[in-house]
């Protein structure tokens, strides 16, 4: 059984930098897909971006681009998302995920908030 644990996320002034983890426990997939997903109160879960496991080719949501980078150790099983130049708009509850089309897995670490003060 795969599993997703999350650390890091905090509080951070307008422009400083934050850096969240997510390490998968268990079986790992070659083909697998690594994603950022953000929920603000009140709102929907948003897609922020996402790394092929295999080749490393990365996505972002328009909003990030520049800002923020994803990226994998593959021998941690560890995902990473490095925020940098954040914005009080940045402010969320963050979770990562893990899909696996042809296994039928899409499974979501447990969350880690990120607050930005103005």
């Known amino acids: 059984q795969v599993q997703l644990v999350q650390s890091g996320g905090g509080l951070v002034q307008a422009g400083g930098s934050l850096r969240l983890s997510c390490a998968a426990s268990?079986?790992?997939?070659?083909?697998?897909?690594m994603g950022w997903y953000r929920q603000a109160p009140g709102k929907e879960r948003d897609f922020v971006a996402q790394?092929?496991?295999?080749?490393?080719?990365?996505y972002y949501e328009e909003s990030v681009k520049g800002r923020f980078t994803i990226s994998r150790d593959s021998a941690k099983n560890t995902a990473y998302l490095q925020m940098n130049s954040l914005k009080p708009e940045d402010t969320a509850m963050y979770y990562c995920?893990?899909?696996?089309?042809?296994?039928?897995?899409?499974?979501w670490g447990q969350g880690a908030q990120v607050t930005v003060s103005s």
């Open positions: 268990g079986r790992t997939f070659s083909s697998a897909i």
């Open positions: 995920n893990l899909r696996v089309m042809t296994a039928g897995l899409n499974i």
């Open positions: 790394i092929s496991w295999r080749d490393g080719i990365t």
